[in-house]
T-cell receptor, first 113, second 112 residues
Framework: GDSVTQMEGPVTLSEEAFLTINCTYTATGYPSLFWYVQYPGEGLQLLLKATKADDKGSNKGFEATYRKETTSFHLEKGSVQVSDSAVYFCALSASGANSKLTFGKGITLSVRP | KAGVTQTPRYLIKTRGQQVTLSCSPISGHRSVSWYQQTPGQGLQFLFEYFSETQRNKGNFPGRFSGRQFSNSRSEMNVSTLELGDSALYLC???????????FGPGTRLTVL
């Protein structure tokens, strides 16, 4: 079945550091890929998405590129802020009329001033 | 436009009881999905409803059920609660079955 693997956490960075969070997936067909963010005490917010190979999703300085050859969708940001501290989830939605999301385990990011 | 709302936000029940959680999707959205979030298992898909019909179901026991009303509002029910049902239950809505999903704040269920 479909699955998403995220790098182990937690991750602690200093403000303005470069961020990379690795995500790889296993799926049949051509899934859509997503990054969601969860702030303390809140639900999930969609951060960015990509629906086909080589698409780059971007939002709020975060970027991720859909790499079909390596089945990856790594999240990057050039300069993190304290306000980026949250839990980040990589997810996929299988191709076809099916909105079920399969999530990775999530990774907690803490950014210190 | 109002976001996805879930009620109640917090709930405490005892083993063996049953519980009903409610979700109101974004206006115009016809698809509602439910997810369970626990520290051990992470985020797991429960089921999806579209136009009052269950379209997809995750790997959960029959104690977990749901329904959707003609106004797209959805409820999920858990019967004979177990300690392991303690979790954050998240609802998400989308305009159609395969569109981007928008999540509500969740209902925190604690089973004692």
């Amino acid at each position: 079945g479909d699955s998403v693997t995220q790098m182990e956490g937690p991750v602690t960075l200093s403000e303005e550091a470069f961020l990379t969070i690795n995500c790889t997936y296993t799926a049949t067909g051509y899934p859509s890929l997503f990054w969601y963010v969860q702030y303390p005490g809140e639900g999930l917010q969609l951060l960015l998405k990509a629906t086909k190979a080589d698409d780059k999703g971007s939002n709020k300085g975060f970027e991720a590129t859909y790499r079909k050859e390596t089945t990856s969708f790594h999240l990057e940001k050039g300069s993190v802020q304290v306000s980026d501290s949250a839990v980040y989830f990589c997810a996929l939605s299988a191709s076809g009329a099916n909105s079920k999301l399969t999530f990775g385990k999530g990774i907690t990011l803490s950014v210190r001033p | 436009k109002a976001g996805v709302t879930q009620t109640p936000r917090y709930l405490i029940k005892t083993r063996g009881q049953q519980v009903t959680l409610s979700c109101s999707p974004i206006s115009g959205h016809r698809s509602v999905s439910w997810y369970q979030q626990t520290p051990g298992q992470g985020l797991q898909f429960l089921f999806e409803y579209f136009s009052e019909t269950q379209r997809n179901k995750g790997n959960f026991p029959g104690r977990f059920s749901g329904r959707q009303f003609s106004n797209s509002r959805s409820e999920m029910n858990v019967s004979t609660l177990e300690l392991g049902d303690s979790a954050l239950y998240l609802c998400a809505s989308s305009a159609r079955s395969y569109n981007e999903q928008f999540f509500g704040p969740g209902t925190r269920l604690t089973v004692l």
